[in-house]
């Protein structure tokens, strides 16, 4: 039996659109002789719909559509389909008023409704603020023709944190029940696990290593359907795969794109068998490098924008961003804009020049020096007196903020804002300035990876400027400012944010781990204070377990020293 | 016996400064006799803690804070302290990591803890990211002295939420368990609920009406503790209170202030008896002006500012928010700007300059012409043969908003972003422009309430310019530019929104009511594309049931009808 994967690319909302979608790998998969379609977690309406499940007429659609797809879909086609459904018994009982549900449909009616079980509540999830539990796992039987002979398979239905809880691999338990366990005990033949799992660096070989263990410990095949696409923040890889009884990896899709993945259940082996196995992405930087291309592609076509526009510093961060701008859009559709000041070095000018050069995008170069006059004129009584400072440097910063916003508004072009994770961490970066823009691409890349990446982009060609990636970084906003004067070498800093944000370590934990106490303090004070930047930041690519995005929720007014 | 309530504003975070008030707050509480002080949920800490509760030195760092309080606390007080705890279960039964926690503290010892049993996920709630709800509800026995006799006094402990679910008095059940319904079958005499409950419209007829149902229903005894202070976008209101057990209020204290409620309990009776009771706030305009004093009050001096700095354009918000800065930080410490432009109707300039008569405050004007002059000669080639139009009008919105911040930045004033909720819905607003500032003070009141809260502060004296109040509003971005030009009325405007927003209904329900399908689909499409906007928008005070803050969770990237 061929069962096959519908890794497509939902947007979030679009009921139509996505069972448009569906039903085209429907048909693709009835042509491939495909008895079984999987699609991912919440398919119809994409994950993670977040707020809109508070419209009972955004649930009331999304029950009419599995109908209308139900009857449009081919009839030797099963389908597993994701929704969220109302639960009827949430007011008697006093539970919450939906379900994350996948619906399985079959000659134009629903067979089954079988509802998630797991539901997390950490880092970027909030299911629990709209879905009831469902107290049972369970499977369906599906009649499948075996040499004119008709067998029954017996699937398993999960739903994407159904099978994050097993014991044995994790050292613990995850949550208090076991749905895997639960199906192993009513003999289910095979396991399919419908998902919508955000990317993190590496987060695929915890997948495959995870369910490979199951399936082997279980001597029961898993196939693992992952949603791709980036929605906002988020961005899922898709990497659809299948694992058979022994744990081997026998079907696996390509990442970060959409596909029709085909697997094969034997039902004489009772097993599943190989099919197309394409290779896992081997090196995290091309990983990371082809998730935030997606992330920025996304953002752009699901909020109808054609064209970028980014301002150029020279500086490493802006040419990285402006490198995966054009790999998302294309050169023609990336404006660079050069913004010297008096502060700016000649370097940093030539420096924009060949990458402009280099990625063949467009430039236009705006001096900034009118502006700074300007505010100078305008502030010179109130500011008399005081020293050159943060306010100027900041200034510098926003009149760059204005022009490319002025520009962006003009010829309706989306914004990128070009800040590391680093920078975003201890808030060396302005807030209406440099921060500005619709999308952080690079806001969750440590600036340590950023260099890692621009050398691996490097390796064939050169892409980003040498002298970009060799010379020390600075914001040129005052005379001969480099990061280093205000900031730690970022080999340092980045090891103890990691220890801060990932590990959530107070400082004096990170001091008896070795680091200098003064260095360590200092850090920890300037990410505390720059809270209030982060809340107004931009929504940012997620690539690693801890971003600042929908998963950071941080009291900005406290005082904390733990 | 008298239990003395501690309505206290924390700080979150600061273990050491919270525990200090209740310190103090205890010794108060023992000078008047009061056997039983009762602090807010999680009073160690302040709520909501949120993300600081994955810090596990954080958590340590409450428990040993909690053995101190309890070794310096009064000999003869007991005392009920709110703290986050280890579930020490956690890893072994797959739950979460943490209780939210009241100990009981008692001559130099912790005597019992109690966990939260129900947790709320909605709105601005996460408690299941971080807590395991108790599977039990108890209490324990206080010994009071009554005329030379021990009596035992039967105590149920409740935190918040755990009397959130009246079967009876909101006509369906909100949680599965029933925490009330527990503590009347162990026979309790007398209940507590420890509460950190934010701040809305009428919240507290809300409370009062239901507890005061429960307490009648169950002939039993309440008293409610509640946490004041504001933290970020929430306001705590504080507003605590005792019902008998016929229901009626026999203790209520003052809202909006930190204060020490003195109830009574009498064994004779196996009642409350009455103490002081604080009028409640008659007049929901009243009640929103001391919420929004409070929570600018609180975020400038949580976050270490003295002064404050607005943007003031003549109209009725920025008016509305020089008026509560002032109220907030008196009058020396809050600095008005006047930014004209050639837009800028001389009306508007003498509307700015009436109001900082009338609040006392200092101003200073700034003529924004320069800057822009500035932004057209830059801008001059590549806008060459466009119109004017949005980005030259941000352009004058942004160019204030970088005064605004220069002047912020330099001398270390925190600047109150003025922008209602009507605006925030429909995106009339500027990104980087009018939304800068550190706290948004009125993105959660509506234009129509805007007018109502200052029609009731000129009750006794002009403090608004009646001219401020009766002109057309404007942006003034453009010649003879009036709100409604792009707008629907706003009393039309405001009930649209309220069904979008608050009810959660779909166009089509909104048009089926009775509005008008074109004015609908315009402003359903304005709240939707205006989303980007608002994730960037400072954290702004919540006083209705639903802000545009951490309870609003929308995707940005998406495509909906319903």
């Known amino acids: 039996m061929k069962i096959a994967i519908a890794q497509f690319n939902p947007t979030i909302g679009d009921l139509t659109g996505n069972a448009q979608k569906i039903l085209e790998l429907a048909h693709q998969a009835s042509k491939n002789q495909a008895q079984l379609l999987l699609t991912p977690e919440l398919s119809l309406c994409g994950y993670p719909p977040r707020d809109y499940l508070f419209r009972s007429s955004f649930i009331d659609a999304m029950s009419k559509q599995l109908m209308a797809l139900a009857q449009q879909f081919p009839p030797e086609l099963t389908g597993l389909v994701g929704l969220a459904t109302a639960n009827s018994q949430a007011k008697e009982k006093g539970e919450k008023p939906l379900h994350n549900t996948i619906a399985v449909i ?4 629903i ?9 997390p509540t950490y880092d970027v999830f909030d299911e629990a603020r709209y879905f009831q539990p469902a107290t049972v796992t369970k499977g369906f039987t599906l009649k499948i023709e075996q040499q004119e002979n008709v067998v029954p398979v017996n699937v398993g239905v999960t739903i994407c944190e159904d099978l994050w809880n097993d014991e044995a691999f994790w050292g613990q338990r995850n949550y208090q029940q076991n749905p895997l366990e639960e ?9 399919v696990n419908l998902s919508a799992s955000p990317y993190r660096v590496e987060k695929q070989q915890l997948r495959e290593a995870m369910l490979s263990h199951s399936a082997k410990n279980y001597a029961l095949p898993i196939i693992y359907a992952n949603q791709v696409g980036a929605n906002d923040d988020l961005i899922f890889d898709g990497s659809s795969f299948a694992v058979n009884q022994t744990g081997e990896i026998v079907s696996r899709g390509i990442s970060f794109q959409e596909t029709l993945l085909l697997a094969e259940y034997s039902s004489q082996q009772s097993d599943l068998i190989p099919t197309t196995i394409t290779p896992m992405i081997d090196d995290s930087n091309a990983e990371i490098w082809e998730a935030l291309v997606l992330g920025v592609q996304d953002y752009a076509r699901k909020c109808g924008f054609q064209q970028i526009v980014i301002g150029l510093s020279g500086g490493i961060d802006s040419s990285l961003v402006a490198a995966i701008a054009r790999s998302a859009l294309g050169a023609n559709n990336v404006l660079g804009v050069l913004m010297p000041s008096p502060y700016s070095s000649p370097s940093s000018l030539a420096d924009a020049e060949a990458l402009v050069h280099n990625l063949g995008i467009s ?10 006059n300007a505010y100078d004129e305008i502030l010179s009584l109130l500011f008399a007196g005081t020293e050159f400072g943060v306010a100027e440097e900041n200034l510098q910063s926003r009149i760059r903020g204005n022009l490319l ?6 010829f309706n072009y989306l914004l990128l804002s070009t800040g590391n994770k680093s920078e975003m961490a201890v808030g060396y970066c302005t807030l209406y300035g440099d921060m500005n ?3 952080a691409v690079i806001s969750d890349v440590p600036k340590t990876r950023v260099y890692s990446l621009c050398r691996w982009l490097n390796q064939n060609q050169e892409i980003i400027p040498e002298n970009v990636i060799n010379k020390p970084p600075s914001a040129e906003l005052k005379p001969d400012q480099q990061d280093q004067d205000s900031l730690p070498d970022y080999q340092l800093l980045d090891r103890i944010l990691d220890c801060l944000i990932h590990q959530h370590q107070a400082p004096e934990e990170i001091i008896a781990a070795g680091f200098d106490e003064k260095t360590v303090n200092q850090v920890t004070q300037l990410v505390r204070k720059a809270e209030f930047k982060r809340r107004q930041a931009p929504p940012g690519l997620k690539i690693t377990d801890r971003a600042f995005g929908s998963g950071w929720r941080m009291p900005i007014a406290s005082k904390i020293d733990y």
């Open 106 to 109: 079959q000659n134009g009616e």
């Open 405 to 410: 916003m002025a520009i962006a508004n003009k």
């Open 183 to 191: 199906l192993v005990q009513q003999g289910v033949d095979l396991i």
């Open 363 to 372: 430039s236009t170069t705006l001096s900034i020096e009118p502006a700074m």
């Open 437 to 439: 823009g619709g999308l």
């Open 111 to 119: 067979l089954y409704y079988f509802h998630k079980r797991l539901l």
